[in-house]
C-alpha cells in the first residue's frame, strides 16, 4: 500500500457519505454539500469536529446515529485506535479516530495520507479472509459488519388489500353503490400483499469452523437485531453434536454480550460435527412443524460430516422440500483451488439452491443480497 497517492479532502470526504449512502443512510446531494461546507469552516483536521458536522449535516434520524458512527469508525479510524466497541447509548461520544499525526508534525499536512491509507485498509478488508485477520483488523471488520444492511425476503400474503388497480373487488364496489343509493360510483381492486418470509440461520460451531464463528455469529445478530428484519421471522440454531437454539441470546441489542450469552448457551463449542443428526433434530422438533416452511434456510458450514453423509443427505432432502430456499454458505468456496469433494458437501449439494462463500466481509454482504431477494 503506497502513501504517494495525494487525495483532496473533499475526495475523501465525498467517498465517506458514498459509504453512508451504502450503509442505508439517505444522504442527498444537498446534504452532502452542507457537510462539505461544514468540515471546511470546522477543520477536516479536527477528528471530533468532523465527526459533530457530519451528525448535523447527514443524520436525518436518532435512528441514523449509530450507523453513522459506524461508518465513520470504519472509513476513518486508524486500526491501532480503533475501539473493539462503539456504545449504542453512547454514540455521539465515540473516541476520536482520526490519527492525530506524529510529533512535530503539521496536522494539515498528514491527514490526507494517514485517511487515504485507512480508507485504502478498510477496502482491502473487505476481501480478507476472517480466518486470518490480527485482533485490530478483526476490530474494524467488527464495525463494518454493523455497517451492513440486511432485509428479509418477501412472499405473497393470503389477504388481499385495496389497491388501484388488480382485480375487481366486488364486495367494496358494492358497497360504495349501496352508499350512494344505487347510483354508479367508483369500481374498487384489490390485490394480494406480500409479507416478510421466515429466515433461518444454522451455524455450524465445530472445531473445523473455528476461525470463522465469531465473524457468523456478528452477521447472526445483526440479522437478529436489525430494524428491517427484527422480530419472530428470524431464528438462529448452532450445529455441532447437538442442536441449539441462539435466537433469544442474540436478541440482546449489544453484540458482545449477545455473543458471550451466545457461548454460555452452546454446550459444543470447538466439538465434533455431526450435520445430519443436528439437521434431523432440527427438523424433528421445529423444521416440520412450521419454522422451516417455505422459510428460507441459510447453513453456515465447511462440510466436514463426522457421522454418516448419507444421513445428511436424507436430512437435507427433507429441508429442502420443505424450505422455499436452502443456502448453503461454505468459508472455503471463495478461495483458490477449493473443490467440494468432501462427503458431507456432496451428500448436501444436491439439495441446496444456492453455493456461495463466507469468508470475508464482501461475502457476508453477498449472502444477505442472496437472502434479501430469495
Not at 237 to 243: C, I
Not at 255 to 274: H, I
Not at 279 to 301: H, I, P
Not at 319 to 338: C, D, F, I, S, T
Request: hydrophobic share 40%; glycine share 8%.
Amino acid at each position: 500500500m503506497s502513501l504517494g497517492i495525494a487525495h483532496e479532502p473533499d475526495e475523501i470526504l465525498l467517498g465517506f457519505t458514498r459509504a453512508l449512502r451504502s450503509a442505508g443512510l439517505a444522504v442527498t446531494h444537498d446534504r452532502a454539500t452542507s457537510f462539505l461546507e461544514a468540515a471546511s469552516l470546522v477543520g477536516v483536521g479536527d477528528p471530533t469536529a468532523t465527526y459533530r458536522a457530519g451528525v448535523a449535516t447527514l443524520c436525518g434520524s436518532p435512528d441514523d446515529l449509530v450507523r453513522y458512527s459506524h461508518v465513520f469508525e470504519a472509513w476513518f479510524g486508524a486500526r491501532e485506535q480503533l475501539p473493539r466497541t462503539v456504545a449504542r447509548e453512547k454514540s455521539r461520544e465515540i473516541s476520536p479516530p482520526l490519527p492525530m499525526g506524529e510529533p512535530g508534525e503539521e496536522l494539515g499536512e498528514s491527514v490526507p495520507d494517514v485517511v487515504q491509507a485507512a480508507a485504502s485498509d478498510v477496502e482491502l478488508l473487505r476481501h480478507r479472509d476472517v480466518a486470518h485477520l490480527k485482533p485490530d483488523e478483526k476490530a474494524l471488520l467488527d464495525a463494518m459488519i454493523r455497517a451492513l444492511v440486511p432485509r428479509l425476503p418477501r412472499r405473497r400474503a393470503g389477504r388481499r388489500t385495496p389497491w388501484r388497480r388488480g382485480e375487481l373487488d366486488m364486495h367494496r364496489t358494492l358497497r360504495t353503490t349501496l352508499r350512494q343509493m344505487g347510483e354508479p360510483g367508483r369500481v374498487e381492486h384489490r390485490r394480494r400483499g406480500t409479507t416478510p418470509r421466515r429466515v433461518v440461520l444454522l451455524v455450524d460451531v465445530s472445531a473445523s469452523m473455528r476461525p470463522y464463528v465469531d465473524a457468523i455469529l456478528r452477521l447472526a445478530h445483526l440479522v437478529t437485531t436489525s430494524p428491517a428484519t427484527m422480530g419472530p421471522k428470524v431464528e438462529v440454531f448452532s450445529l455441532g453434536t447437538r442442536l441449539t437454539r441462539l435466537t433469544l441470546p442474540l436478541r440482546n441489542s449489544d453484540p458482545e454480550l449477545a455473543l458471550v450469552r451466545a457461548g454460555e448457551t452452546v454446550p459444543d463449542w470447538s466439538g465434533g460435527t455431526r450435520l445430519g443428526e443436528t439437521l434431523r433434530a432440527f427438523l424433528d422438533r421445529w423444521g416440520a412443524r412450521g419454522m422451516a416452511r417455505g422459510a428460507v434456510v441459510v447453513v453456515f458450514s465447511d462440510g466436514w460430516e463426522r457421522g454418516d453423509a448419507s444421513e445428511l443427505g436424507q436430512q437435507m432432502q427433507r429441508l429442502h422440500r420443505l424450505a422455499h430456499r436452502v443456502v448453503w454458505v461454505n468459508p472455503h468456496r471463495g478461495k483458490e483451488g477449493y473443490e467440494p469433494v468432501q462427503q458431507g458437501i456432496e451428500a448436501a449439494l444436491p439439495h441446496c439452491d444456492e453455493f456461495i462463500a463466507g469468508h470475508s466481509l464482501q461475502a457476508f454482504a453477498e449472502v444477505l443480497e442472496v437472502v434479501g431477494r430469495a
